[in-house]
């Protein structure tokens, strides 16, 4: 089959190219997604994380800090289960299930 006879889908190309790629949907990934659309550029944001819809999927963000078991602190068994995301601000209470798991994919 010769180029000239391949059937290619013109649209695809079009609906898969983008002025902008931002790679994590964090705080700083998240403004730079907001700062770039909001210019008129074509945006597409790649996240490894697991989806999360606002609110619902926010285990902690109804309670009020006293509501903590932990008072925000991590536990023990957390930072063991973590240990380098305890190094940092990251050891948080209202967070910790939200890090990968450092066993199933070593970050160090």
């Known amino acids: 089959m010769s ?3 391949v059937n290619v889908n013109g649209k ?3 609906n898969n190219t983008y ?3 931002v790679i994590g949907s964090g705080i700083s990934g998240g403004w730079a997604a907001k700062e770039l ?4 550029l074509k ?3 790649l996240e490894r994380g697991r989806n999360f819809e606002h609110l619902k ?3 902690s963000a109804a309670k009020d ?3 903590f078991e932990h008072r925000g602190s991590a536990t023990q068994a957390e930072r063991k289960e973590r240990p380098v995301i305890s190094r940092g601000w990251g050891a948080y209470e209202p967070i910790m299930d939200y890090w990968a798991n450092e066993q199933d994919a070593p970050i160090y």
């Open 3 to 5: 180029a000239d006879t």
């Open 12 to 14: 695809a190309k079009a």
């Open 19 to 21: 002025d902008a790629i």
């Open 57 to 59: 999927d926010y285990k």
């Open 37 to 40: 659309t909001g210019r008129g």
């Open 43 to 45: 945006t597409i944001m």
């Open 65 to 67: 800090p006293w509501e």
